[in-house]
């Protein structure tokens, strides 16, 4: 295969994850959560597996006339932003005026995060919060704490799109790159496996996912805390 086409292909790859958005949109809307938390899995390794090929293919060189990274930028809004907002309403994670107030203030915030040409730190980590909310429903259909805390976790991390936090990109941070990774692997199994489950209670499951949740949002900021030249 030519170059041309290797690059190509990335980019048809890339796009796969508008159709996984819109598989999983239909399910949200069939308030089927675990077969919705399935493809946005799967658009979640995705995301994980095609920046590294358009990288290794060169495609802005190879293939420049479609621009991958606004694409990406397209689809994470669906699956990372719209989808999980709207799940965080009608799942009944969030009742009532929070589950409103949520699904309005979610997709207002991250268009403006997602627009800021500041988001990306100079070791390809995350400046503030990246509006990984997709990653944040899932962890919450599992753990399934109570409305308030659900509440204030999603404010928190909305003012955290717009502070000064480091959070890692498991793939392309390189400092902890095999841990985080690793990690982020597990959350992942963890996470389909619960949907596969349909959310079926599973105290080592849920423990698991609360686990690593916790190592992908800190990881960043412990790095902050110990600079890499301590270590």
């Not at 006339?65 to 989808?83: A, S």
């Not at 070791?123 to 990653?135: A, H, R, T, V, Y």
């Not at 429903?137 to 928190?156: D, F, K, N, R």
Request: charged share 10%.
């Amino acid at each position: 295969m030519t170059p041309r086409l290797s690059a190509l292909a990335v980019h048809l790859f890339t796009a796969i994850g508008a159709s996984l958005a819109m598989l999983a949109l239909h399910e949200a809307f069939q308030q089927d959560w675990a077969t919705m938390a399935l493809w946005l899995a799967l658009a979640f390794v995705v995301d994980g597996i095609d920046g590294p090929l358009a990288r290794h293919y060169d495609v802005k060189k190879n293939a420049p006339e479609i621009d991958g990274v606004l694409m990406d930028l397209i689809i994470d809004f669906l699956t990372y932003v719209v989808i999980p907002a709207y799940a965080l309403y009608a799942s009944g994670l969030l009742p009532g005026w929070s589950g409103w107030l949520v699904v309005l203030l979610v997709p207002f915030a991250s268009a403006i995060y997602f627009a800021d040409t500041r988001m990306k730190t100079a070791d390809n980590s995350f400046s503030g919060f990246p509006g990984c909310w997709n990653m944040v429903v899932l962890a919450l259909l599992v753990i399934e704490p109570p409305w308030w805390v659900t509440l204030a976790l999603v404010i928190v991390l909305t003012a955290a799109m717009f502070l000064s936090l480091k959070f890692v990109h498991p793939v392309r941070t390189e400092r902890w790159r095999a841990l985080s990774l690793s990690v982020a692997v597990l959350w992942t199994a963890g996470i389909a496996f619960a949907a596969w489950t349909d959310f079926a209670s599973n105290p080592v499951l849920t423990a698991l996912v609360a686990a690593t949740s916790v190592y992908l949002l800190v990881a960043g900021v412990a790095q902050q805390l110990w600079p890499k030249h301590n270590e």
